[in-house]
């Protein structure tokens, strides 16, 4: 993708709703996502509305089957719910064209999914190069910084397939704070890691607080919800505790 393109797709992402930057990271409004499978019909989402101040870091829980990946899914605007509403910083992610979601994900949000986290033909200083650049914000000095966060300095050109479980996860979270987003969406950052590791994770959520980040983290770890300053319960796809 040359430099055009790239700018177009910045500009998407700001179009329309404005580019102010609003006190919500985000707002999510009576969500509903159903899949459709040959037999039956599964009620993954059923009316989940709740917002994420700058600032906040929110855990969502619940038993397995709850639909916390699908709501994540639905915020990234990787799936398009049937219904309800995502507003990322001002800027809302659904109804809106495959493309121009892509856009508004690559500039202001932070992904760590379940698996596949990674490039793998690229090195972690690849990944979080073309991070940024996607997002229009390369600042090679930040690649730097981070990596020397998650304590990969000797790591930065790896491949991730060469990579252990833990350092594959602090990799993916320098990559996703990369762009410096608004909204970092985590799911189960922690679940694969031993407990320094999960330590290591959990301090770089609370310094990318500090600057004002916004995260959502579905987890089952004690030691992430006891950190965090909310946590969501969801239970067949509906939020049935918030505190
Ligand atoms: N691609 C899919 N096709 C059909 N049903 C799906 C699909 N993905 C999820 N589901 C169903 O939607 C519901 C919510 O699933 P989801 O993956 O969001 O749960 P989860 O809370 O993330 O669970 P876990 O803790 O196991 O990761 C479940 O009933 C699941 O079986
Ligand atoms: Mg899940």
């Not at 607080?209 to 300053?229: F, L, M, P, W, Y």
Request: glycine share 8%; hydrophobic share 40%; with cysteine.
């Amino acid at each position: 993708m040359g430099t055009e393109a790239r700018k177009s797709i910045a500009m998407q992402a700001d179009s329309d709703d404005g580019t102010r930057k609003t006190r919500f990271a985000l707002e999510v409004r009576d969500l509903y996502r159903f899949y459709h499978t040959a037999e039956e019909e599964t009620l993954a989402l059923r009316g989940v509305s709740f917002e994420v101040k700058n600032g906040e870091l929110v855990a969502i829980m619940g038993p397995s089957g709850s639909g916390k990946s699908t709501l994540l899914s639905c915020i990234s605007g990787i799936a398009e719910p049937d219904g309800g509403c995502v507003t990322i910083a001002g800027v809302r992610i659904t109804r809106k064209t495959e493309i121009e979601r892509a856009a508004i994900r690559a500039a202001k949000m932070g992904i760590m999914l379940q698996s596949g986290r990674l490039f793998d033909q690229l090195s972690v200083y690849d990944n979080m190069l073309m991070k940024m650049w996607l997002a229009g914000k390369v600042n090679r000095k930040r690649i730097d910084s981070l990596i020397s966060a998650v304590g990969l300095t000797e790591r930065l050109h790896a491949f991730p397939s060469r990579m252990s479980g833990g350092e594959t996860a602090r990799a993916s979270l320098a990559v996703a704070l990369a762009s410096d987003p608004d909204l970092l969406l985590a799911d189960e950052p922690t679940g694969e890691v031993d407990e320094a590791t999960e330590e290591e994770l959990i301090r770089l959520f609370e310094s990318y607080r500090e600057n004002g980040g916004a995260a959502i983290i579905a987890t089952h770890s004690d030691s992430v919800i006891a950190r965090v300053d909310r946590v969501i319960r969801l239970h067949d796809g509906r939020i049935i505790d918030e505190k």
